[in-house]
Nanobody, 115 residues
Framework: QVQFVESGGGLVQPGGSLRLSCVAS????????MGWFRQAPGNQREWVAT????????NVVDSVKGRFTISRDNAKNTVYLQMNSLKPEDTAVYYC????????WGQGTQVTVSS
């Protein structure tokens, strides 16, 4: 069973940057495509970015294109989300998971963009 521990969130002003990390334990996460997801209050969880297991193929949702970059270090079982030019609408709890998704999610990391 793969487990996820997300970190790196916080309070940042509009235009600022954060780098999120997700450590995936369980030994097989490196075989999967990995994704970042987010859930804002009152909204459903949405997909933000994905990266293939080899790290060469990435995709991001249009709303973050040009601002967010996903990467991974398979030796560390870790996937990252570099977030630049943050906007208030990026405020959410951010989660990672494999694709296809594992049934259990981590606790996520809160990102708040506010002046």
């Amino acid at each position: 069973q793969v487990q996820f521990v997300e970190s790196g969130g916080g309070l940042v002003q509009p235009g600022g940057s954060l780098r999120l990390s997700c450590v995936a334990s369980g030994g097989i996460a490196n075989l999967y495509t990995m994704g970042w997801f987010r859930q804002a209050p009152g909204n459903q969880r949405e997909w933000v970015a994905t990266i293939a297991n080899g790290g060469r193929t990435t995709n991001v949702v249009d709303s973050v294109k040009g601002r967010f970059t996903i990467s991974r270090d398979n030796a560390k079982n870790t996937v990252y989300l570099q977030m630049n030019s943050l906007k208030p609408e990026d405020t959410a709890v951010y989660y990672c998971n494999t694709l296809p998704k594992q049934p259990y999610w981590g606790q996520g990391t809160q990102v708040t963009v506010s002046s």
